[in-house]
């Protein structure tokens, strides 16, 4: 019997698991150290050069405390599915910026705050340097502006 090769869906597993560590606030040392495995294991589990067995996902939730659906929740639809959109999504959310950035986006309570983050971010990135970044955050504040002044004189 042959060692199967990863494919996407332990790609995909192993973003999960890094995802769910990065909620935890947990290091892959400490991870690796509750599972018993070298730290190394955690980093092949996430980049998923190594697959990630039933139960050792199972080892893995129960460590961050987690579900296990929460590593394998929306890959029935995903299976075979080769969105690079998705795939950004997930990598993107499986990093520190990411996490912290969607955290901090869901905090915000007030809808035109978003919005204008919102803007504000494709605004930037529709640029390639630092000076039009500057350039469109100043457009876009000078447009807030605007719209305030107009709404305060209605």
Do not use: P, W
Request: hydrophobic residues 35%; contains cysteine.
């Amino acid at each position: 019997m042959s060692v199967r090769s990863t494919d996407d869906f332990d790609k995909s597993v192993g973003m999960r698991i890094r995802s769910q560590r990065l909620l935890a606030n947990m290091s892959q040392q400490e991870l690796a150290e509750r599972l018993g495995v070298s730290f190394q294991q955690i980093q092949k589990y996430e980049k998923g050069a190594n697959r990630v067995g039933a139960s050792r996902v199972h080892q893995i939730c129960k460590a961050l405390e987690v579900s296990m659906s929460s590593i394998y929740e929306g890959h029935v639809e995903a299976v075979g599915m080769r969105s690079s959109a998705l795939s950004a999504i997930h990598q993107f959310l499986a990093t520190r910026e990411g996490l912290a950035l969607v955290q901090g986006f869901q905090k915000i309570t007030a809808g035109n705050v978003r919005s204008h983050l919102i803007d504000l971010i494709e605004e930037l990135g529709n640029v390639s340097s630092a000076q039009d970044r500057s350039i469109a955050i100043r457009s876009l504040a000078s447009r807030e502006t605007e719209k305030r002044r107009k709404s305060d004189t209605r």
